[in-house]
């Protein structure tokens, strides 16, 4: 199974190490991993997002770090990704109780969840 790590990394200056830690971790479970946080610094939005999305495309599986809600580009890349059938899964289930993949009834929930959070709507 190929799995994209997604996340945030405007903004979080640990972002390098919150990538690779999980990287590091799906790798040593067997999996292949594609990791956004290798790009290189000093492109505009644009540019990251359609490479990302053409990563996230070649993945079976997108894997949201901790912190995704946080990121614009994170919540794109789920909502990409539920479009294009992809399955999705949390790094926190991972690290805690090994691979386990969200319905997709649960991972369109966090989106809205995500979205709504984002947008100052919460119940």
Not at 14 to 25: I, P
Not at 56 to 74: H, K, M, Q, R, Y
């Amino acid at each position: 199974m190929t799995i994209y790590l997604a996340g945030k990394i405007t903004g979080n200056p640990n972002y390098k190490e919150d990538f690779e830690a999980a990287e590091r971790a799906l790798t040593e479970a067997g999996e292949s991993v594609m990791n956004p946080a290798i790009l290189p610094l000093g492109w505009g939005y644009d540019s990251y997002i359609e490479i990302t999305l053409a990563m996230l495309g070649e993945c079976d599986v997108i894997c949201l770090l901790p912190n995704w809600t946080d990121s614009p580009g994170a919540r794109r890349e789920l909502m990409n990704a539920l479009v294009r059938g992809k399955r999705a899964m949390k790094y926190s289930d991972f690290a805690q109780h090994g691979m386990r993949l969200l319905s997709k009834e649960d991972a369109l929930s966090l989106l809205v969840t995500a979205y709504a959070r984002a947008e100052g709507i919460e119940k």
